[in-house]
């Protein structure tokens, strides 16, 4: 009798990435929402009033609150550095002069009233070419 031979068949079938789909939320630079390593700047204390966040160093704040026509320059009083690494400094003036404030990395801050209403820039140390020490 003739026994059919068993094949092995074995089959490689490509494990497609099924999991393609689970993709981390991007955190995204201004987009009203205070993600992880960005800078957060808010119009009021206690992190209100309208929020400018971004992924990046700003040699002159040009912007507005995000949603809002309010311009940021000189209007901030409060932050949020949610950058883990680095310390974040703001800076009176623009191109990151004069009086300086730094909030240490993960930090949150008001603004004291002699810096309330105050920053111009911003940077973070050991992160962005050319921020001031500290
Ligand atoms: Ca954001």
């Not at 909030?103 to 070419?129: E, K």
């Amino acid at each position: 009798m003739n026994r059919g031979r068993g094949v092995l068949a074995s089959s490689v079938m490509a494990v497609a990435a099924v999991f393609g789909a689970v993709t981390p939320a991007q955190a995204a630079s201004y987009d009203g929402s205070c993600n992880v390593d960005e800078a957060c700047l808010y119009r009021y204390q206690d992190y209100t009033g309208g929020i400018y966040d971004t992924l990046y160093s700003k040699q002159e704040y040009t912007g507005t609150y995000y949603g809002t026509s309010v311009a940021i320059n000189n209007t901030v009083s409060s932050v949020k550095n949610r950058d883990s690494n680095n310390n974040l400094w703001l800076y009176q003036n623009a191109y990151w002069s004069g009086d300086s404030w730094g909030l240490p990395a993960g930090a949150s801050t008001n603004f004291s009233s002699s810096f309330d209403n105050v920053p111009s820039s911003h940077c973070w140390s050991g992160a962005t070419a050319g921020c001031p020490a500290g």
